[in-house]
């Protein structure tokens, strides 16, 4: 196999001088990758997809959110998580709520068969993050935990 | 807005009495969702997809690898990649190379017109980096780096 560098001549530190692997974009993306596949038997068994997983996840601590919201919290786009929950409404995991004062806002609420749901992939979930910090002490989880808080205050743009 | 709490009657800790801010691959998920939105602007004025922006950026490291490979690398799934790379060669931004020894095992390589498409998008992704970065100090910088390296090796199905 060819394995050639490109090291351009410009003096900033270029991806091919960092290596992918100090990279951490290119880091997380993989870890968040095989995070995603390692669920997908489960998904598939529920017949969930990933933005009804997050979704379902995110209800599960902050039950009555509104749309807007939830699509922050979860990462998922608004048109594609209003699909995720016409399905998962059609399945009765979740439902949905007009705000008294303001009727153009909608809450998003989940059922008890959707916090059940939740609840048959939560191991699942919990499992696969365990898996990722196998070897890995608490401080040294505590501090990843702690620095990775601290880049999402960085570059988010809602105050959640 | 409602806010409530789901707390499980199982031993294990939950979703919910944890917060989803300690949980590692919702902050890792959140924080990709933001880098991946901070680069669509670019993406947009080269007329390249997140999954084309990542084969060049892997390209431009490692050239002539294996479509298998940079699938795993850019984190694309190949049927996805497989279209993608299609535009790519169409815009003269990548070659294939059929190998020598084993005629099923196609190598891509980056043209020049390809590099230079990578030359343009890297500055915006390491700013996109640097973002995350901001007033977090070199030490604890290489730490998240060295325990995300850490992880990745615990649930990577590859060598590499």
Same mark, same amino acid.
């Given at each position: 196999?060819?394995?050639?560098?490109? #090291?351009?001549?410009?003096?900033?530190?270029?991806?091919?001088?960092?290596?992918?692997?100090? &990279?951490?974009?290119?880091? +997380?993306?993989?870890?968040?990758?095989? =995070?995603?596949?390692?669920?997908?038997?489960?998904?598939?068994?529920?017949?969930?997809?990933?933005? $009804?997983?997050?979704?379902?996840?995110?209800?599960?601590? #902050?039950?009555? /959110?509104? #749309?807007?919201?939830?699509?922050? =919290?979860?990462?998922?786009?608004?048109?594609?998580?209003?699909?995720?929950?016409?399905?998962?409404?059609?399945?009765? &995991?979740?439902?949905?709520?007009?705000?008294?004062?303001?009727?153009?806002?909608?809450?998003? &609420?989940?059922?008890?068969?959707?916090?059940?749901?939740?609840?048959?992939?939560?191991?699942?979930?919990? $499992?696969?993050?365990?898996?990722?910090?196998?070897? /890995?002490?608490?401080?040294?989880?505590?501090?990843?935990?702690?620095?990775?808080?601290? +880049?999402?205050?960085? #570059?988010?743009?809602?105050? &959640?």
């Amino acid at each position: 196999m060819t394995k050639k560098k490109n #090291i351009p001549s410009n003096s900033e530190q270029h991806l091919g001088e960092m290596g992918l692997e100090n &990279f951490p974009p290119y880091l +997380m993306n993989r870890i968040m990758g095989r =995070y995603n596949a390692s669920l997908k038997k489960e998904l598939l068994s529920l017949g969930l997809t990933t933005p $009804q997983m997050r979704s379902l996840a995110v209800l599960s601590v #902050i039950n009555g /959110i509104l #749309i807007s919201e939830l699509a922050v =919290y979860a990462v998922v786009p608004q048109s594609t998580l209003s699909r995720a929950l016409d399905v998962l409404e059609a399945n009765g &995991f979740i439902y949905r709520d007009v705000d008294e004062a303001d009727t153009r806002a909608v809450h998003i &609420f989940l059922t008890s068969a959707g916090s059940e749901a939740n609840d048959r992939l939560w191991p699942h979930m919990s $499992q696969a993050n365990d898996a990722m910090f196998e070897g /890995i002490d608490v401080a040294e989880k505590q501090a990843v935990v702690s620095t990775l808080k601290k +880049m999402l205050r960085n #570059i988010r743009k809602h105050k &959640f």
